[in-house]
């Protein structure tokens, strides 16, 4: 949960759209899109009816004619999905979509008045833009956004916090923490995003040292890592040169020490799919900063990454003194002294 209290449900209801809630709900197929509405049956009071619920898509309200004789807007849903406050209902939203707590956090006070009547259509917030890019694919196969989120993940356990030294800002900016239950038990969840910010999968860490017959991660089955880069989504966003690394948490100790461009090719090598993804967000000006573990497939996988890259940007690499160093093992100066610096 983000450190602030004071959240801006404003800011919050403009990310969000009803779409997203009911996708994240698992629930969007069973709505008949119109124009500019959904329809279909209420999930609110578990009806049947397919009419009885509608969407405005375009005031991103919603409202149920049958048992509960009411509407709202998106935060006003997830309140009354969860039973739950306002407040609350935005901090879960805050979570679900990996908003950013720092944009989303109100600058003194928070808004308690916040009122659950239908908002007025001069007031409804604009639908966030549909995703910006297709995501890549290979072979005709492209990795599915997933219909569900994984909620209720323990963000403060000790292996991301003690183990792997993330603050807990980090943390919750990359959606990770500890799963209880379902597919990715006892397991450290970590979700992986396409370039359009749809979450494809989520990676389960096993938070200590594997048995001899367990992976040290677990994906999906049928999940095809080499079509993602971790965290492109927000990095293609972000000014400077673009970092490359190999594993989750090289990426987000980076990201903690304000190196917010950088990618993490989850192992040691560049598939096809991530060159392309890499060549569509650069340009002949841009500078990549390949940082993969001091091994030998690291040193493999650099040499590769760099001939392959070079064809299209400016490729630096980088060879650490130490063998066995790995990115995520830095301290703050080592990274600033490696990447010069300001991000
Ligand atoms: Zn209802």
């Not at 999940?223 to 989750?248: Q, T």
């Amino acid at each position: 949960m983000p450190k602030s209290k004071f959240v801006d449900f404003k800011a919050v209801k403009a990310a969000i759209t009803m779409e997203q809630v009911l996708d994240h709900y698992g629930i969007l197929d069973k709505f008949k899109r119109g124009t500019d509405s959904l329809s279909g049956p209420c999930p609110i009071h578990k009806g049947s009816n397919p009419t009885q619920f509608r969407i405005s898509i375009s005031k991103n309200v919603w409202n149920c004619f049958s048992e509960c004789k009411h509407g709202g807007n998106v935060l006003d849903f997830i309140a009354r999905m969860e039973n739950v406050s306002i407040h609350a209902a935005a901090l879960k939203a805050i979570e679900w979509f990996d908003l950013d707590p720092e944009a989303m956090s109100a600058g003194s006070e928070e808004e308690v008045g916040e009122s659950s009547e239908t908002p007025k259509a001069e007031d409804a917030p604009k639908p966030k833009p549909a995703a910006k890019a297709a995501p890549v694919q290979e072979n005709g196969a492209s990795n599915k956004p997933l219909k569900f989120r994984l909620d209720k993940l323990e963000r403060s356990h000790a292996y991301l916090t003690t183990t792997r030294g993330l603050k807990l800002d980090t943390i919750v900016d990359f959606g990770a923490g500890f799963c209880a239950k379902g597919i990715m038990a006892g397991r450290i969840a970590i979700p992986i995003h396409n370039s359009a910010g749809e979450v494809v999968a989520y990676a389960g860490r096993w938070p200590c040292e594997p048995a001899a017959d367990m992976p040290k991660y677990k994906l999906p089955p049928g999940f095809k890592k080499s079509l993602e880069l971790f965290n492109i989504d927000r990095a293609i966003n972000e000014p400077g040169p673009l970092v490359i690394v190999e594993g989750f948490f090289d990426c987000m100790k980076l990201h903690q020490f304000g190196y917010r461009k950088v990618v993490a090719l989850m192992g040691s090598t560049m598939s096809a799919a991530q060159e392309e993804l890499i060549k569509r967000h650069t340009d002949r000006n841009s500078q990549v900063i390949v940082i993969l573990d001091e091994d030998e497939a690291g040193t493999a996988g650099r040499e590769d990454i760099a001939v392959r890259l070079a064809k299209f940007c400016f490729v630096k690499t980088h060879v650490f003194d130490q063998p066995g160093t790995q990115p995520d093992q830095l301290s703050a100066e080592d990274v600033a002294e490696i990447l010069g610096g300001a991000p």
